[in-house]
């Protein structure tokens, strides 16, 4: 899997979007962008992920650059229950090996402030 | 809602006692990892289960650690014997092994040995 670099941390005021960013500058062709939050004393939760087009879902819109070498994650109107450590993860889905498993770096930690 | 069920959510035993964590999958999931999360490490791979059968244990200490799914509803993750160097919380997830092949992830065992 391509090693991602993310802030430690960011902070975001309440009802603004939050824009996290992820590097990537070693990704692979055939390797997909995902993101994962965890909330504290929760499991990790899937929020989004994409090959190379923009993605949108009910939690967040995925930006992706053309040379795939880094992405964006959107929250569009952070709320207080947004605050949690996200990450930025690059594999290949259902490839085996090693890619069935999902590498966490340490993430950014969001505080969404009121 | 479907989600990964893991109990117990919290445990607390005393050096050397045998420690079982189990997982019920979501339904039609073939795929169950278990993770481990520390302070130190974060977020490691400890086995996952493709079909029930293990394809990958190589991040579990073979002494003291077993994973098994007897059935395709219950994955278990038992430690024998248990030291203090096992506290942490273990997550369940499951994957349907096609697509954009997401883990839903449990809330966790929160382990304490003392």
């Known amino acids: 899997d391509a090693k991602t670099t993310q802030p430690p941390s960011m902070d975001c005021a309440e009802g603004r979007a939050a824009n996290l960013p992820c590097n990537h500058s070693t990704i692979s062709g055939n390797e997909y962008v995902y993101w994962y939050r965890q909330i504290h004393s929760q499991g990790p939760q899937y929020i989004i992920h994409?090959?190379?087009n923009n993605e949108t879902n009910e939690m967040a819109s995925l930006i992706i650059t053309e040379d795939r070498k880094s992405s964006t994650l959107i929250l569009p109107h952070a709320t207080l229950r947004d605050t949690a450590v996200y990450y930025c993860?690059?594999?290949?889905?259902?490839?085996?090996?090693?890619?069935?498993?999902?590498?966490f770096g340490k993430g950014t930690l969001l505080t969404v402030n009121p | 809602d479907a989600r990964v069920t893991q109990t117990p959510r919290h445990k607390v035993t005393e050096m050397g006692q045998e420690v079982t964590m189990r997982c019920q999958p979501i339904l039609g999931h073939n795929t169950v990892f278990w993770y481990r999360q520390t302070m130190m490490q974060g977020l490691e791979l400890l086995a996952y289960?493709?079909?029930?059968?293990?394809?990958?244990d190589s991040g579990m200490p073979k002494d003291r650690f077993s994973a098994e799914m007897p059935d395709a509803t219950l994955a278990t993750l038992k430690i024998q014997p248990s030291e203090p160097r096992d506290s942490a919380v273990y997550f369940c997830?499951?994957?349907?092994?096609?697509?954009?092949?997401?883990?839903?992830f449990g809330a966790g065992t929160r382990l304490s040995v003392l």
């Open positions: 289960f493709r079909n029930r059968a293990p394809l990958d």
């Open positions: 997830a499951s994957a349907t092994g096609t697509g954009g092949d997401i883990q839903y």
């Open positions: 994409g090959l190379k």
């Open positions: 993860i690059v594999r290949v889905p259902n490839s085996g090996g090693s890619n069935y498993k999902l590498t």
